[in-house]
C-alpha cells in the first residue's frame, strides 16, 4: 500500500499515531500525559510530532502526483521518526528497551531479508539477462 498509495498510508499511520498517543493519554491520564508532553525538555519532541502529522495530513489533501508522493512519504518518515523518538524518551528504559526490541526485531527479520535479497537478486540477473539476450 505504501508504494502504490502513500496518501492512504499515511493517512491511516496518522490516525493510527494519534489512538497510539490516545492510549498513553489513557494510561498516564489525559492532564498528565499533556502537561508532560510540554516540559521543556520534551516540548521540541512535540512539536515535531505534531508539525509532522499536521504536515502530512496537509500534504495528503492539497498535493497529488509524484511531488506529492514524495512529500508525503517525507513527512510519514519524519513523524515515524518522532514517535520512535517518544518511545526513547517518555517510556521508562526507553533507550534500553528500544535496543532490545530492534535486536530482537532484527534476529526475526534476518532470514526474511536474507531470502528477499536472494529472491530480487535472482529476479534482478533473470530481467539483465533478458534484456542483454544472454539467458
Known amino acids: 500500500m505504501i508504494y502504490i498509495r502513500p496518501q492512504k498510508f499515511a493517512l491511516s499511520f496518522t490516525f493510527g499515531s494519534l489512538m497510539f498517543m490516545g492510549s498513553f493519554a489513557i494510561l498516564k491520564g489525559p492532564y498528565a500525559h499533556f502537561m508532560g508532553m510540554l516540559v521543556p525538555e ?13 504536515a502530512t495530513l496537509f500534504f495528503t489533501f492539497t498535493v497529488g502526483g509524484a511531488l506529492g508522493y514524495i512529500v508525503v512519504m517525507a513527512c510519514s518518515a519524519a513523524q515515524l521518526l518522532a514517535l520512535m523518538w517518544y518511545l526513547v524518551t517518555f517510556l521508562p528504559g526507553g533507550a534500553a528497551g528500544m535496543q532490545m526490541l530492534t535486536s530482537a526485531i532484527y534476529v526475526m527479520m534476518k532470514p526474511v531479508i536474507i531470502a528477499c535479497t536472494k529472491c530480487w537478486a535472482m529476479f ?7 534484456v542483454t539476450g544472454s539467458g
Open 124 to 130: 534482478l540477473t533473470r530481467v539483465v539477462g533478458r
Open 42 to 54: 520534551r516540548l521540541p519532541f512535540t512539536i515535531v510530532y505534531f508539525g509532522s502529522m499536521l
